[in-house]
């Protein structure tokens, strides 16, 4: 059974950190891709982050890149999303989620979703 459990979310200003955390089970790093994805209130589903199974490549939505990066920490079953340069329009609940597949393509756009997803972190941006 897989399951993903996020935290690290909360209130920050405009132009600050904040790191969120996905514990994992039940996923073999090397054969499922796993990410991050975002819903903000009215909006639809926005694929925000991946790393590929396999070669651990890496992708971005263009509105997070170079604010936005992903680690893990195979050792301890640990996804990361480092969220630098907050902007109000980043505010939404994010999403761990992992796939079947070796590629992050379920996340890129159009959205169609992993087939595993975490209940999310609330992550609120103040201008």
């Not at 996923?27 to 991946?50: H, L, M, T, Y």
């Not at 939505?61 to 902007?87: C, E, H, P």
């Not at 997803?117 to 103040?126: D, H, N, Q, R």
Request: aromatic letters at 10%; one cysteine or more; a neutral charge.
């Amino acid at each position: 059974e897989v399951q993903l459990v996020e935290s690290g979310g909360g209130l920050v200003q405009a132009g600050g950190s904040l790191r969120l955390s996905c514990a994992y089970s039940g996923v073999i790093f090397d054969e499922n891709a796993i990410g991050w994805f975002r819903q903000a209130p009215g909006k639809e589903r926005e694929g925000v982050s991946c790393i590929s199974a396999g070669d651990r490549g890496t992708w971005y939505a263009d509105s997070v890149k170079g604010r936005f990066t992903i680690s893990s920490d195979n050792a301890k079953n640990m996804v990361y999303l480092q969220m630098n340069s907050l902007k109000p329009e980043d505010t939404a609940v994010y999403h761990c989620a992992a796939d079947r597949r070796y590629t992050c393509t379920a996340l890129l756009p159009p959205y169609v979703g992993m087939d595993y997803s975490g209940k999310g972190t609330l992550v609120t941006v103040s201008s």
